[in-house]
């Protein structure tokens, strides 16, 4: 290739050339119509974070595959834009550029031909870009600076025994955060032992917890060592922690305090070394207020409180991690979304994610299903996105204090349906299916006879 041949003079020249662009417009490429690098700055290297060479095409240069490409996507289609683009950096972190792209035109008025593109360069210089960064911590992304204090919070706590106890609504990651105590704790090659509290009646929840011995009970036809012992040497997990019923809390407090457990049908405690993280969606104070919790349980298991705040505090990481989502989903196959249109966006930076991030998998795992094409749009997303009323759930914009998050509800699409909104939704999905109507309703959500009744009270009926 004759771009890889030039002679010396010519790379002086060039050299020349880029320090000079580089003092007077800062760090810069320079683009040919094809998009390809045709000259560098030694700035632009720098910000980039790795060699650029000459005849590379600078979408792939800036953007990589990241799903959010603006400036790629402009620049293809020829438009001069403003954008910013993340660079990854060591350590998980991001640097973000700013990028202005300018036309290189020839000729005068409307005969002026595109031939080429400067691209200016600098970086984002917002007073917290470190805080703001985007983050990978233990499979949980964030740019959020308390989510971030959070993971220093873990990092700390993990390396110690301290118990543990993490506030979150359901869905916010706080099993996430138990693992992550865990494979950052010198227990790390012990077994992690989960178990959910509100998923058992009390008789059976002891058993569970503390074993029991043959013969213990009815239907006890052998030992059973239980999960505090199947923990021995590493971490157990007590998920929803303010459900266990007030008859196992006495007990539970005598294993933290004696480090032994009692199983059922047993004589001897048996000493076990356990890490607790205990979990809960609700307040343990207000529990032990309405004298469902004991007090004194509740000082031992918070001795180091963690709170994850919901996603609806986290906007940006909403679009973030909505992105990585969209990535794992790509490689699934099937269909691959290129980006998230901004009305689409907008929908999910509304919403008040009553189930968090498990409910943003869902709603885009829906999406990739029911939707088609590269653009993820607002008509491929859950009802309820669509329409937060519906739903009955606090606007994303009332962020004080959010009443205590119910489980998420059983997507009951066919009360979403409410005006005019809905006569474009229909048409949407009947649109995309061909107009039959069976699949349609599939599309929605909703069953074929409650489609029909919607098409008639909306006025669509032939
Ligand atoms: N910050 C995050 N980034 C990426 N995935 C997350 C994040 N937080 C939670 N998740 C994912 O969301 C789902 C719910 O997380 P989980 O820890 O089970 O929540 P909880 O225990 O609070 O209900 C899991 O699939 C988890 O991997
Ligand atoms: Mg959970």
Request: aromatic share 4%; with cysteine; hydrophobic share 45%.
């Given at each position: 290739m ?18 000079a ?24 290297e ?11 095409l ?14 790629a ?5 020829g ?20 990028v ?15 031939v ?6 600098d ?24 989510m971030?204090r ?7 706590a993990?390396r ?20 992550a ?26 058993s ?11 239907g ?6 239980g ?22 809390q ?19 405690a048996?000493?076990?070394d356990?890490?607790v ?12 207020e ?13 001795v ?36 998230i ?23 885009l795992e ?15 997303l859950?009802?309820?996105l ?15 204090a ?20 809905d006569?474009?939704r ?20 909703i ?6 009744r919607k ?8």
């Amino acid at each position: 290739m004759a771009r890889t041949q030039r002679d010396d003079s010519l790379d002086t020249s060039s050299t020349l050339l880029a320090r000079a662009l580089e003092d007077t417009a800062g760090a810069a490429l320079v683009l040919d119509a094809e998009l390809r690098i045709a000259h560098k700055t030694p700035g632009a290297e720098r910000l980039v974070g790795g060699t650029i060479s000459i005849g590379q095409l600078a979408p792939k240069v800036l953007c990589g595959a990241a799903v959010d490409r603006p400036i790629a996507e402009a620049l293809a289609a020829g438009r001069a834009v403003t954008g910013l683009v993340h660079r990854p950096l060591a350590g998980g972190r991001e640097r973000v550029l700013r990028v202005r792209a300018n036309p290189l035109l020839e000729g005068e008025g409307s005969s002026a031909r595109r031939v080429g593109w400067l691209l200016l360069l600098d970086e984002e210089r917002t007073d917290d870009a470190e805080a703001t960064a985007p983050v990978l911590f233990h499979g949980m992304w964030t740019t959020d600076p308390s989510m971030k204090r959070v993971f220093h919070v873990i990092e700390r706590a993990a390396r110690r025994d301290a118990t543990v106890l993490v506030r979150g609504e359901t869905g916010a990651g706080k099993e996430l955060v138990a693992r992550a105590i865990h494979a950052l704790s010198p227990r790390a090659k012990g077994p992690f032992v989960a178990i959910n509290c509100s998923a058992l009646p009390a008789t059976l929840l002891e058993s569970e917890l503390f074993g029991h011995s043959k013969g213990a009970f009815t239907g006890a036809v052998r030992d059973n060592a239980g999960f505090f012992r199947a923990a021995h040497k590493g971490t157990i997990f007590l998920d929803e922690i303010a459900e266990i019923p007030v008859e196992l809390q006495a007990k539970l407090l005598r294993v933290l305090e004696t480090r032994t457990v009692l199983p059922l049908g047993g004589r001897e405690a048996v000493p076990v070394d356990v890490r607790v993280v205990a979990a809960t969606h609700q307040s343990l104070r207000a529990a032990v207020e309405r004298n469902a919790f004991r007090a004194d349980l509740m000082y031992r298991l918070r001795v180091v409180p963690i709170f994850l705040p919901p996603l609806r505090q986290r906007p940006r990481d909403v679009a973030l991690i909505a992105q990585r989502l969209i990535e794992a989903l790509n490689e699934t196959g099937g269909r691959r979304i290129a980006r998230i249109s901004p009305g689409a966006l907008a929908a999910m930076q509304r919403y008040a994610w009553p189930g968090n991030v498990r409910e943003l998998q869902n709603a885009l795992e829906y999406a990739y299903v029911v939707g088609e094409g590269p653009v993820l749009t607002e008509g491929e997303l859950p009802f309820e996105l669509i329409d937060p009323s519906a739903s009955g759930e606090a606007s994303a914009t009332v962020v004080s204090a959010p009443p205590p998050a119910p489980e998420p509800v059983a997507n009951d699409a066919s009360k979403s349906i409410g005006k005019s909104n809905d006569v474009l939704r229909i048409e949407r999905a009947l649109e995309r299916v061909g107009g039959n109507r069976e699949r349609a309703a599939q599309v929605l959500g909703i069953s074929r006879v409650t489609l029909w009744r919607k098409m008639k009270a909306l006025g669509m009926e032939p």
